[in-house]
């Protein structure tokens, strides 16, 4: 059973002291090695916890002390913790509110983004394919004795040399598209 009192006096050379019990009675003697190991030392006037024992001589004292202002928290101390944890409850979904804002805030850029890209490209994909035309009516191929795909440099270079000139290898499967893996099956084939 663990009883109450208050440090009366203290001998700190000697490491030794005595119990004034708040039930009253006779003081309880107190060794330094009683108490807990936080190498603090007690004050006079301190409040204790401590069980009952007794000492080599037979006497009673104290045993297991525990000091109430270190080892158990006061009421002020809880109190004052209180809005730390208050703080502690807003703080937490304010940060999540704003990464999860700014992560959608990121999504929707990437999106919009992406989507000006492909508005873009629709755009421009007739206009690129005008300007091929357009480039392909001007360009004149002449048949200068290649006949391999890797000897050329466009997919329209190729059809010239298989429709105009003798002796192309470049349609395996004689099927009228030639270079078909390397220029005329791709999607960037011009």
Not at 4 to 25: H, Q, T, V
Not at 53 to 74: E, Y
């Amino acid at each position: 059973m663990r009883l109450s009192g208050i440090l009366k006096s203290w001998n700190d050379e000697r490491g030794y002291g005595f119990i004034a019990p708040k039930r009253g009675g006779a003081e309880i003697f107190v060794h330094v090695s009683a108490l807990p190991r936080d190498r603090t030392r007690p004050t006079v006037g301190e409040s204790l916890t401590y069980e009952l024992g007794r000492g080599r001589d037979g006497k009673p004292q104290a045993i297991n002390v525990l000091r109430q202002a270190i080892d158990q928290p006061s009421a002020e101390r809880h109190r004052t913790s209180e809005p730390r944890s208050s703080r502690r409850s807003i703080t937490m979904p304010l940060i999540s509110l704003l990464i999860a804002s700014s992560l959608a805030a990121f999504g929707y850029r990437q999106y919009d983004q992406h989507a000006a890209r492909a508005r873009g490209l629709q755009v421009a994909m007739p206009t690129d394919a005008s300007v091929d035309a357009a480039q392909a009516t001007t360009v004149n191929f002449r048949c200068d004795g290649r006949t391999y795909c890797s000897q050329m440099t466009s997919c329209a270079e190729a059809k010239f040399f298989l429709k105009n000139c003798s002796g192309a290898k470049m349609d395996g499967n004689n099927d009228g598209v030639p270079c078909e893996q390397q220029w005329c099956t791709s999607p960037f084939a011009k």
